[in-house]
């Protein structure tokens, strides 16, 4: 297996997108069904909203907002362990990012060619970062003044926010909209990151109990506590 640490390679990047936009086949149904993320894009969006939010979220509840209502049909054990290396990898690279070099990080976007010229498309990270909000959507405080204004330009471009952006606004104006998704997307990381430290420094009463040395860490990496974040 290779280290859980390291950042994903180009190669493996597109072999994750692909392997996002394959899983479902072209001919199951899908109507009114949840596809879950479609692309390594969306995936990233919802592992950002993961990891900067006001509460642990454990694999076992992240991982069915990934697939939705198709679950892979795997080809055997070694597709099921590269795949879920994948993903525990390029979540374990955005906790680091974001905790050692906050300025350096940046969501990743598609890209889409018009006339020879490029334009970024961030609506399937945006999708991906709300869906990820909303499993935990009660803890965020999404109807407070900060958080509204600190989520606004990522809303702006999921859902049916999307379509309404996108009549809505002018090319320029929308760029203007696209800047301000990676700065607020670090304030959020931020903005939870000191509540939680708050918290912790605080003496209070648990009302859930303490992460044990040999429970599953808290980043999600899938190792003990004792052998990754308290090590």
């Not at 959020?188 to 420094?201: K, M």
Request: charged letters at 30%.
């Amino acid at each position: 297996m290779s280290n859980i640490f390291s950042m994903l390679s180009e190669e493996e990047i597109d072999l994750l997108n692909n392997f996002m936009l394959d899983r479902i086949d072209d001919d199951a149904d899908t109507q009114g069904k949840d596809e879950g993320v479609l692309d390594i894009s969306e995936l990233d969006g919802l592992m950002t909203a993961i990891i900067s939010g006001p509460i642990v979220i454990q694999p076992s509840q992240w991982f069915p907002a990934v697939w939705g209502d198709f679950e892979p049909e795997w080809t055997d054990d070694k597709e099921v362990e590269a795949i879920m290396t994948l993903m525990i990898r390029h979540m374990n690279s955005i906790v680091s990012i974001l905790m050692e070099q906050p300025d350096d990080f940046e969501p990743i976007y598609l890209q889409r060619e018009v006339k020879g010229k490029t334009y970024l498309i961030v609506d399937e990270w945006c999708e991906g970062y709300m869906r990820g909000v909303a499993l935990a959507k009660d803890h965020w405080g999404v109807d407070e003044l900060e958080m509204k204004i600190l989520l606004a330009p990522i809303k702006a471009f999921a859902g049916d926010d999307a379509l309404i952006t996108h009549k809505k606004f002018k090319h320029l104006e929308i760029e203007n909209i696209q800047k301000a998704i990676t700065p607020n997307a670090i304030a959020i990381h931020g903005y939870w990151l000191n509540r939680r430290s708050d918290d912790s420094d605080s003496t209070v009463v648990r009302k859930e109990p303490r992460v044990g040395r040999n429970d599953p860490c808290i980043c999600g990496s899938g190792k003990k506590y004792k052998k990754c974040c308290l090590n």
